[in-house]
Structures are given as structure tokens and as C-alpha cells.
């Protein structure tokens, strides 16, 4: 008598929804929501449960596009998809979403819907043009040095002579003179600071850094503003440079202090850390993976970012600020392309967003 090899257990389909890293609805007739993944909770800001109870009006208004999609298949079946969607509520905010929606076979009213930001790929992509920008201004910044900085040594030298020995009007124009030439002194040092430094990668604790920025924020630039903490206790430590991470977040904070206190009312700064295992990326011109599962994210109730400004963000000498010299993003984008990460902004009037997505020390060989 023969016997069998037992036959492998089959997963649990919903184990298996929830192991994808792509947002999953099925949508039951009435628009009715019936099944939900992880992914999706995160991607909607709601549990299971709730986007079920809610169904569609939940995560979209009646004269949505994705309506138009849902009858689309139900009519005719197949598979179709939608790009450039915007899903915004209170609790969650994307743009440029794509939504691919199939008919589930033998269930006629019902549709699969999975849903995709844009490529982090390209936002790769994207920080490589940052720092060939970020080049050229260390370049430049060394021409500077050279060919500016010694002449303005001397320019300032007489200035001083000139301001002991006249005065009234003539003295205040020479003290103008020598604040000028401290003023241009101070940006061919900004600079400077483009050139290629020596960096100090370690596993780092990145609550540790956060909590440093939140004190000198605190009793600094965002002396008075509420700043709120969002933090995923169980994060593994993150491989970089303490000094220019540091660096990066107290721009970021500095930036969402301003905004906030720009919009005339009260507001608030949120420091946001997260463990997203789907995210993964290859630098341009290779086959080699970036695996960014660590995200910080930096959120304020600010007036919002121009969308002409928006795609230009990082790059150098670009400012939303009347006396900016649009720098310190620029330098921000630099030390993220440094430390192999990426970042991405959503912004919408009362809410900013810049994410920074971040490796792991452990897969760069910082942990045992």
C-alpha cells in the first residue's frame, strides 16, 4: 500500500495579504469594503476595522475618480489602471497614487485595488541631480575662497582703518562695508560646507538624535511652539554620521518652526519614526539594492509649500525665504545622497511633510 508525502499546509490567505507591502482592498458590492492588508491600515491611517465600517466614503469623496473605475470593471471586467490620484482626509494625505483595479473572478461585483505612490526610485533619481547641483557649488565655493575671500581680507582691513579715523555719515558707511564683507565671508563659508568631508558612520540611536534637536530647538528657534513626538520605540539603530544627521534634522525642525510661525496661528511640530520593511531601491547605474526601512518624518501645520516650488526644493540657491540663500536644503540633500538614503515631501496648505528614509546599521555591518 502506498503512501502519500503530507501535503504542505496552506497559508492563511490572510497572512498572505498582509505579508505584500502594496495597499489591498477588495471592494464588495455597494462599495462595501471587504477585505484590508496592513499595508493598507498604514497607507489610510485607519485600522481594518474601521475603513470596513466606513467602506469607500471613507477614503474617497462620491465624485472621486476611482468610482469611475470601480463601475468600469464591474461592467466590463479585466483590469485598468488610474494614475495620478490624490487621497487626502485628516488622517492621511497622497498625491501622484496610482490605483490598479482588477475584477475578482466568480464574484462579479467584486474588485481588487491595490494602490502606489510614486517610485522612491526616482526620488533617487531625483537627489542624484541635487548633489551634482551640490557639486557644483563646492566648486564654485573653492573658486570663491580663492579668488574672493583673500581680496575681501584686505577690503574689510581698510574699512576699519577708514571708520577710526572719520566720522558721522563716513563712519557708518564704513561700518557698512565691514558687516557686508562679514555677510559674503559668511556664505562663501556655507559654502564651503558642500566640499567632501570625512564622514563618521556608526550604528546610532536615532530617538537619541531626535531628542538632542527637539532640547535645542526648544530653546531656541522653536522657543513657545508645541513640539509633538510620534516615536516607534522598537526601531533598530540607524548607520551614519552623527554630526551631519544632526545637522540634517536641526534644518528640517529650523524650517518647520518658521513655517509654522509663518501661518500667524497656533501650530505644532511633529517628529515622526517609523519601520517601513517594504521600502527598497536601486542606486542608478547598478543592480545593488538600498534597503531604507527607517523613516523620520518631520511634520507641520505651516502654510504649505508652492507646488513651483515644490520640485525644486533641494536644490541650491532656491528659497521660499525673503533673505534665504537656499542653502540649507540643498545641504540636507547632499548628506541624505551621503548616507545612501532618500527623502519625499508632501505638502498641502496646513500640513508639510519631508520623510527621510534611512539603512539600517545592522545591514551596513554596524551590528553584530
Known amino acids: 500500500m502506498s503512501t502519500k508525502a503530507p501535503r504542505a499546509e496552506q497559508p492563511d490567505a490572510a497572512l498572505l495579504l498582509d505579508s505584500l507591502p502594496v495597499p489591498l482592498l477588495e471592494i464588495g458590492a455597494g462599495n462595501t469594503v471587504l477585505a484590508v492588508n496592513m499595508a493598507a491600515e498604514e497607507f489610510f491611517g485607519m485600522s481594518r476595522q474601521q475603513i470596513k465600517a466606513g467602506g469607500m466614503a471613507e477614503i474617497a469623496p462620491p465624485d472621486h475618480p476611482i468610482f469611475l473605475l470601480l463601475a468600469h470593471l464591474r461592467q466590463r471586467g479585466g483590469s485598468v489602471t ?3 490620484l490624490l487621497f487626502s482626509s485628516p488622517r492621511f494625505h497622497h498625491e501622484g497614487v496610482s490605483v490598479q483595479g482588477a475584477e475578482v473572478l ?3 461585483d467584486h474588485v481588487l485595488l491595490t494602490f502606489h505612490l510614486p517610485s522612491t526610485a526616482r526620488v533617487l533619481d531625483q537627489q542624484q541631480v541635487y548633489r551634482s547641483a551640490a557639486r557644483s557649488v563646492s566648486g564654485m565655493a573653492a573658486m570663491l575662497a580663492h579668488e574672493v575671500r583673500n581680496p575681501l581680507s584686505g577690503i574689510k582691513g581698510a574699512a576699519q582703518l577708514l571708520e577710526q579715523a572719520v566720522e558721522g555719515a563716513d563712519r557708518d558707511l564704513a561700518t557698512l562695508i565691514c ?4 555677510r559674503i565671508d559668511a556664505l562663501v563659508e556655507r559654502m564651503g560646507m558642500f566640499g567632501e568631508a570625512q564622514m563618521d558612520y556608526r550604528a546610532l540611536n536615532i530617538h537619541r538624535l531626535l531628542e538632542h534637536v527637539k532640547l535645542l530647538a526648544s530653546n531656541g528657534f522653536a522657543k513657545g511652539l508645541r513640539i509633538l513626538e510620534r516615536y516607534d520605540p522598537s526601531l533598530p539603530h540607524v548607520w551614519g ?3 551631519r544627521l544632526v545637522q540634517v534634522l536641526l534644518n528640517l525642525v529650523k524650517n518647520a518652526a518658521e513655517a509654522v510661525q509663518e501661518a500667524g496661528k497656533e501650530g505644532d511640530i ?3 519614526t517609523s519601520y517601513r520593511p517594504g521600502i527598497r531601491v536601486t542606486a542608478p547605474g547598478t543592480t545593488q539594492w538600498r534597503h531604507l526601512p527607517l523613516v523620520v518624518t518631520i511634520r507641520d501645520t505651516g502654510p504649505g509649500i508652492s507646488e513651483t516650488v515644490k520640485p525644486h526644493l533641494f536644490e541650491p540657491f532656491v528659497s521660499t525665504k525673503v533673505n ?7 545641504l540636507v540633500g547632499k548628506v541624505m545622497d551621503d548616507h545612501g538614503g532618500v527623502m519625499e515631501v508632501e505638502s498641502r496648505p496646513g500640513r508639510t511633510e519631508i520623510s527621510l528614509f534611512l539603512p539600517l546599521a545592522e545591514e551596513r555591518g554596524g551590528l553584530s
Open 241 to 243: 554620521d552623527k554630526d
Open 270 to 272: 511633529t517628529l515622526i
Open 179 to 182: 558687516d557686508e564683507v562679514d
Open 106 to 108: 466568480d464574484h462579479p
Open 82 to 84: 488610474e494614475h495620478d
Open 324 to 330: 534665504g540663500s537656499g542653502l540649507g536644503l540643498a
